[in-house]
């Protein structure tokens, strides 16, 4: 289907519409779309002119705030489209990769509006002119980059809603295919092959409008964001500037198994060294599949990592929406202070998701910042939590869900009943899923999922070092 969107002329949206039978037209109010004048002859500060007076909110609140825009499937048409009639609520919107207009504002909206439609149509733009895979500059010399696209992308993208959750990566699939064709790197599982230690610490956006459903959690592995419901901030990649970063159990960069779709020859390049210390992997060429419009699929979602377990108190603020672990014999100090490592969960800690007395992280990379005399480092990492808590857990969400069922008719049919039978059956298959985590760690491979991500600035030497003071523990996240 992409492709249907991306080598289309035009596509024409019924934005106001609920459904496919609401149609385009509607009755309209010339006043939603002349805007209003204002002149003030006597005026030293708007002198002579005539001015238009516009919503502030004008592309937003008439836009992008309209239903089908806050639907997952609808973010990649939109992207992909080279031009694009809305037909909103009030007026018709224009859109392509030159312009965004609008019947109030017909040449284009005024540049104090246009910082969000900019920014798509900029991106718009530059993967409508990528004709082959790889082929000419991404971006210029003072454009944003296209790390910078993905994470505004995956933000918009994971904060749109989706009616089934087990679309949750495939919505996204068109955007990320064109980026991995870009970069010439790997994907699997909402991830990049390079950098994966960065990766690993993306964060939810706002911890109250997110939670970990259980269809989610079986479907994905923990740490990837396909794992939650809600918005998602992507971690920047840094190739250099880090003193220390996990590895895997072999001592080398850590990373995911390859997909089961591989790059083409063409976009891979000549071979390259397949390690330069910093987690950069550069692929060998491969070749051509008949499979490469499809998502890739890992061949194993679990990651081999060797780091320090490290222990700490998770507290949260009063308004439960910013949290910080204090690290055994450190000094206590309130969340935002230099010594504090911030913590970033997956969805709002309860009695069932993990020990907030002892909570379990690992930091994945850091870097060394050196004034003067001073030393300070900055760091990422994850909290961790064992296929055990996380069984505890789920557990308990099933007396609940059968309950819920057992008020619909048993020979009755409906939406919500069918809905509610797939939330039980995805318990049960990460139930299924959890206990064999659990039985592999009995059996001395420790396994842990991801509940959040870890995130410090300028802490002294003494707390670093407290941090590495545990014994280095092999693991597998999963």
Not at 22 to 42: W, Y
Not at 121 to 137: C, I, K, V, Y
Not at 219 to 244: F, H, I, Q, T
Not at 383 to 407: D, H, I, S, W
């Amino acid at each position: 289907m992409h492709k249907v969107y991306r080598f289309s002329y035009c596509n024409i949206v019924a934005v106001h519409s609920v459904d496919s039978k609401g149609g385009l037209f509607r009755e309209r109010n010339k006043r939603h779309i002349i805007p209003a004048q204002f002149s003030d002859r006597g005026s030293p500060l708007f002198g002579e002119k005539l001015w238009r007076i516009f919503p502030e909110s004008l592309w937003n609140n008439e836009l992008l705030h309209a239903n089908i825009y806050k639907r997952g499937w609808v973010f990649q048409e939109r992207m992909l489209s080279p031009r694009i009639l809305h037909f909103a609520e009030n007026q018709i919107f224009w859109d392509c990769g030159t312009v965004s207009a609008c019947e109030t504002a017909p040449f284009a909206l005024p540049q104090p509006l246009d910082n969000i439609a900019a920014t798509d149509r900029h991106w718009r733009g530059r993967l409508q002119a990528l004709a082959t895979p790889g082929a000419g500059p991404v971006s210029g010399a003072n454009d944003d980059s296209i790390e910078e696209f993905w994470r505004a992308a995956l933000l918009n993208y994971s904060s749109c809603n989706l009616t089934k959750q087990k679309d949750k990566t495939i919505a996204i699939w068109s955007i990320a295919k064109l980026v991995r064709d870009i970069i010439r790197e790997e994907y699997g599982c909402g991830m990049w092959e390079h950098g994966l230690q960065e990766q690993l610490a993306w964060r939810v956006a706002d911890v109250r409008r997110c939670e970990r459903v259980a269809e989610l959690q079986w479907r994905n592995p923990s740490w990837s964001w396909g794992s939650v419901k809600g918005p998602v901030l992507a971690r920047d990649r840094l190739a250099l500037g880090r003193c220390y970063f996990v590895r895997n159990h072999d001592g080398q960069p850590i990373t995911f198994s390859s997909p089961t779709v591989s790059l083409p020859a063409q976009a891979s390049g000549p071979s390259h060294k397949t390690d330069d210390g910093l987690g950069i992997n550069l692929l060998e060429s491969t070749s051509v599949t008949s499979e490469r419009d499809k998502e890739p699929i890992l061949k194993d979602t679990s990651i081999s990592i060797q780091g320090q377990i490290c222990y700490g108190t998770l507290q949260g603020d009063d308004l439960g929406s910013a949290f910080s672990i204090i690290v055994a014999k450190t000094t206590p100090i309130a969340v935002g202070g230099s010594r504090s490592l911030h913590a970033f969960p997956d969805e709002m800690p309860g009695p069932d998701s993990f020990n907030p007395h002892a909570c379990r992280f690992v930091v994945t990379a850091v870097s060394e910042q050196k004034f003067k005399s001073r030393v300070t480092y900055s760091g990422i990492g994850m909290l961790l939590a064992t296929p055990k808590e996380f069984r505890n857990c789920y557990n308990k969400q099933l007396p609940e869900l059968r309950e819920r069922l057992a008020k619909f008719p048993i020979d009755g049919n409906s939406w919500d009943k069918n809905s509610l039978i797939e939330d039980i059956d995805a318990v049960h298959k990460l139930l299924a899923q959890l206990t064999e985590q659990e039985e592999r760690s009995m059996a001395g491979q420790p396994h842990y999922r991801r509940v959040g991500a870890v995130e410090f600035r300028d802490i002294d030497e003494e707390t670093w070092m407290e941090l590495r003071k545990g014994p280095m523990e092999k693991f597998w996240l999963v």
